[in-house]
């Protein structure tokens, strides 16, 4: 995708196309919330631009969306930096700066270049992994937001599958939101899941919300529960998520997954 994109004018389609599935998105939450009796607006959207390159970053930016989430630390380094630069550059000095979220699964090595950019890391979901980015976020004088992942998958022994679901076991998560809390260089958020594959995610969501009022009850402060993707965010809504993760419903249909 060229990356002189102006960023406005009627020529660029696919800004339309996005506003277009902005739009049709935003009726689809505000439906979930009416139903959910919750008040409209009171879900996040983050839009998850992963295979997207930064000139759709930017698109969205100028539609007004704010938070983006990535889930490999190449590609999402990459795509901050170049969006960053296009930032400073005149076409683009008037729009906010991005909050990204990295929903990935997460190597121990990589959390010195996550830390770096990411705002928000949703998928924390160890001990061995908290104590890096501690580390990681000190030295470079940041304080990222954690999110606890949870699995949800009633059968966890497979471990994670194709999709990159992780999480720590529902039986650990209050562990792993400790070691959060107590760490001078990070920010206990909440919770993050992904729903089973091939399951009603009703149930999982439901599990998820019980877990994330035990952690609310220590850390009054883990306010966000990340919940919720393009095929599933009613039932997120229904269930509490205060934030949902949305692809291929903004964005379009990937490349199949590497
Ligand atoms: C890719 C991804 C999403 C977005 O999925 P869609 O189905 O395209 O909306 C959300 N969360 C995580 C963790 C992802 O990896």
Not at 62 to 89: I, S
Request: include cysteine; charge should be neutral.
């Amino acid at each position: 995708m060229a990356e002189s994109y102006a960023g406005s004018g009627p020529e660029d389609q696919r800004a339309a196309q996005l506003a277009e599935n902005l739009n049709a998105l935003r009726t689809r939450l505000d439906a979930a919330c009416a139903a959910a009796h919750r008040a409209p607006g009171a879900v996040a959207l983050v839009a998850v631009t992963k295979f997207f390159p930064a000139t759709d970053v930017l698109r969205l930016l100028r539609l007004g969306l704010r938070e983006f989430g990535e889930n490999r630390d190449q590609e999402a380094a990459d795509k901050a930096a170049r969006v960053a630069g296009a930032l400073r550059g005149p076409q683009h000095l008037d729009l906010a700066a991005p909050r990204w979220h990295f929903i990935g699964q997460l190597q121990t090595n990589k959390a010195r270049s996550v830390v770096s950019y990411a705002d928000v890391i949703e998928s924390v979901d160890r001990l061995r992994l908290v104590a890096a980015l501690d580390r990681a976020a000190e030295r470079a004088g940041r304080a990222p937001t954690c999110l606890i992942q949870v699995n949800l998958d009633p059968d966890p022994g497979a471990g994670a599958d194709a999709d990159g679901r992780g999480g720590a076991a529902p039986g650990e998560v209050e562990r792993i939101a400790d070691a959060v809390a107590g760490s001078p260089a990070l920010r206990l958020g909440g919770l993050m899941a992904v729903a089973p594959l091939g399951a009603d995610p009703r149930p999982a969501f439901e599990r998820l919300a019980e877990l994330h009022a035990k952690v609310l009850g220590t850390h009054p402060e883990a306010v966000s529960l990340s919940a919720g993707m393009s095929g599933d965010l009613e039932a997120a809504v229904a269930a509490g998520a205060t934030h949902v993760r949305i692809g291929s419903a903004l964005l379009g249909s990937r490349a199949p997954l590497r």
